[in-house]
């Protein structure tokens, strides 16, 4: 079993800034994809970026240039760095991880609302 717990999050201006953390214990071990999504109301959860155990990193094309995933292995955590955020990038924000056996979990969810 892994367990994730979200950090940061919140309220922003249009063109600020937010770091999201997520702090994961458990069978660490065993994970091999750690990843970020978001769900906007009435949406679907869409992923905004995830990274490999090896260090491989994609984002989604809406977040390029502007998101950041990193991880710190010794710490067990996953950070998701937003600059020049957008209003519609206001949604709830969760945190994933994957295991070798491709199985899923996910954190409580953060919100993050951007405004105009």
């Known amino acids: 079993q892994v367990q994730l717990v979200q950090s940061g999050g919140g309220l922003v201006q249009a063109g600020g800034s937010l770091r999201l953390s997520c702090a994961a214990s458990?069978?660490?071990?065993?994970?091999?994809?750690m990843g970020w999504y978001r769900q906007a109301p009435g949406n679907q959860r869409d992923v905004v970026a995830t990274?490999?155990?090896?260090?491989?990193?994609n984002y989604a094309d809406s977040v390029k240039g502007r998101f950041t995933i990193s991880r710190d292995a010794a710490k067990n955590t996953m950070y998701l760095q937003m600059n020049s955020l957008k209003p519609e990038d206001t949604a709830v924000y969760y945190c994933n991880a994957q295991n070798i056996w491709y199985k899923n979990y996910w954190g409580q969810g953060t919100e993050v609302t951007v405004s105009s």
């Open positions: 458990g069978s660490t071990s065993s994970i091999r994809t």
């Open positions: 990274i490999s155990l090896g260090g491989s990193i």
